[in-house]
């Protein structure tokens, strides 16, 4: 089991940045894929970022390259998101996410655990 708990949403300007953090419990943390997802209103979740056990492997949605980063430190079972350059559009409430299978995939389905979700709200 895997439990995780995120944070640093807040509310930021236009062209400003957060930085999300998970933390993760489990002693099997470094073997799982983790990433980010997001929820913006009365929109469907959608993927944003993932890396591998490893951190070897990332990927991105196309929207948030280039902004948006994601890191983890497997000797504290954290991973986090560092979003720059922030976008109206970036609204939403962010998840963290783990998957067990080790693979770099998109789909929502693949992934075994999610967090509560913390709000990310960028003013115009």
């Known amino acids: 089991q895997v439990q995780l708990v995120e944070s640093g949403g807040g509310l930021v300007q236009a062209g400003g940045s957060l930085r999300l953090s998970c933390a993760a419990s489990?002693?099997?943390?470094?073997?799982?894929?983790m990433g980010w997802f997001r929820q913006a209103p009365g929109k469907e979740r959608e993927f944003v970022a993932v890396?591998?056990?490893?951190?070897?492997?990332?990927d991105y949605v196309d929207s948030v390259k280039g902004r948006f980063t994601i890191t983890r430190d497997n000797a504290k079972n954290t991973v986090t998101l560092q979003m720059n350059s922030l976008k109206p559009e970036d609204t939403a409430v962010y998840y963290c996410?783990?998957?067990?299978?080790?693979?770099?995939?998109?789909?929502?389905?693949?992934?075994?655990?999610w967090g509560q979700g913390t709000q990310v709200t960028v003013s115009s």
């Open positions: 996410v783990a998957d067990s299978s080790s693979l770099i995939r998109r789909g929502q389905r693949s992934y075994d655990y």
């Open positions: 489990g002693r099997t943390f470094s073997s799982y894929t």
């Open positions: 890396m591998s056990w490893s951190g070897g492997t990332t």
